[in-house]
Each structure stands twice: as structure tokens, then as C-alpha cells.
Nanobody
Framework: QVQLVESGGGSVQAGGSLRLSCAAS????????MGWFRQAPGKEREFVAT????????YYADSVKGRFTISRDNAKNTVALQMNSLKPEDAAVYYC???????????????WGQGTQVTVST
């Protein structure tokens, strides 16, 4: 059974940094894209970033490009999202996700984590 478990959320002031982590288990993810989505109150869930587990290639939403960095640790089976220069509009519940292609990752991933809250204050 696939499990994606997020951690690292919390509260930070605007301009600060947070690092989210996603622990993946239940299968071999070498052929998967791993990624992050977020959902703010009253808004639709939106794609944030993805990484190909095997190649390490990354892709970001324009809204976070240059501020967020996604990475993976193959030995620990974890995916991280380093978030710098946080803005109030980055506040949301952040979800870890897994998919078999970049197309499905950005639209309808196969697997989801339970989410972790990020709050950014002014």
C-alpha cells in the first residue's frame, strides 16, 4: 500500500523559509514523478513542483520558480520542498503526490499525502 506522509509545515513570517518533507513507502518509486500541490482556503488545489525520481529533472509552477526547490533523497525515499522568500499568498495546505508521468502529475496524480499546513504571516 502506497503511503505518502508529509512533515515540516508550520508558521513563518513573510520572507522566511520552511522545508517540507515527504516520506514515500509501499512501492519502488524509481519510475515515478514526485511532486507537491497546495490548496488555500476557497481556492482550487494547484500544482507547485515536481521531480522525476530517476533523472532528478524538475519542473515548477511560475508562481514559485526561483523561490522553491524540490529535491529527492533516493536512499531515504524522501522528497523535500525547500521554500524560501515565502509570501502570504504561499499559505496553504501542501500535499505530496506521486504520478507516472509529468502530465498526470500536474493534473491528476495517482497518490496523495494527507497534507501539511503552511502559514505565512505579514
Amino acid at each position: 500500500q502506497v503511503q505518502l506522509v508529509e512533515s515540516g509545515g508550520g508558521s513563518v513570517q513573510a520572507g522566511g523559509s520552511l522545508r517540507l518533507s515527504c516520506a514515500a513507502s509501499g512501492r519502488t518509486f524509481s519510475r515515478y514523478y514526485m511532486g507537491w500541490f497546495r490548496q488555500a482556503p476557497g481556492k482550487e488545489r494547484e500544482f507547485v513542483a515536481t521531480i522525476n525520481w530517476s533523472s532528478g529533472n524538475t519542473y515548477y509552477a511560475d508562481s514559485v520558480k526561483g523561490r522553491f526547490t524540490i529535491s529527492r533523497d533516493n536512499a531515504k525515499n524522501t522528497v523535500a520542498l525547500q521554500m524560501n522568500s515565502l509570501k502570504p499568498e504561499d499559505a496553504a495546505v501542501y500535499y505530496c503526490a506521486a504520478a507516472l508521468s509529468i502530465t498526470t502529475m500536474t493534473r491528476y496524480p495517482l497518490y496523495w499525502g494527507q497534507g501539511t499546513q503552511v502559514t505565512v504571516s505579514t
